[in-house]
């Protein structure tokens, strides 16, 4: 995955309920922010209890990358998304901004160190 296949990459394995795949897309220590100015969970392990707790069943998300600013071991990628599914009383919809930072590893992978999908521009 380059950083600009990111999006694609992470909403694939998003819509087709992959949540190991998904996370091992993250680097071990990396910082998800779960709610609009919310303390950031830390690790794969926390990531997974949120996503796996989130209240909206059959979710489908559609991301849209805007930009993606890359150098040599680091890239920052900025996004649109809509994500919908059905919550407690029926069809539920949820639209936001995500900004999230990949590093380069060692290997020559990317994997994400930062996620925010509650970013505001």
Same mark, same amino acid.
């Given at each position: 995955?380059?950083?600009?296949?990111?999006?694609?990459?992470?909403?694939?394995?998003?819509?087709?309920?992959?949540?190991?795949?998904?996370?091992?897309?993250?680097?071990?220590?990396?910082?998800? #922010?779960? =709610?609009? &100015?919310?303390?950031?969970?830390? $690790?794969?392990?926390? !990531?997974?209890?949120?996503?796996?707790?989130?209240?909206?069943?059959?979710?489908?998300?559609?991301?849209?990358?805007?930009?993606?600013?890359?150098?040599?071991?680091?890239?920052?990628?900025?996004?649109?998304?809509?994500?919908?599914? #059905?919550? =407690?009383? &029926?069809?539920?919809?949820?639209? $936001?901004?995500?900004? !999230?930072?990949?590093?380069?590893?060692?290997?020559?992978?990317?994997?994400?160190?930062?996620?925010?999908?509650?970013?505001?521009?």
């Amino acid at each position: 995955m380059s950083p600009a296949q990111a999006d694609e990459v992470w909403m694939g394995l998003f819509n087709t309920g992959d949540i190991d795949g998904l996370l091992g897309l993250y680097e071990d220590d990396a910082l998800f #922010v779960p =709610e609009p &100015g919310g303390k950031p969970l830390v $690790g794969p392990d926390a !990531i997974r209890d949120w996503i796996t707790a989130f209240p909206m069943r059959e979710p489908s998300i559609d991301l849209r990358t805007h930009v993606v600013y890359e150098r040599e071991n680091d890239a920052v990628v900025y996004s649109d998304w809509t994500l919908t599914g #059905v919550g =407690e009383d &029926g069809p539920a919809r949820m639209d $936001g901004q995500a900004v !999230i930072l990949l590093r380069k590893q060692t290997d020559g992978t990317w994997r994400l160190g930062f996620d925010d999908p509650f970013a505001q521009r």
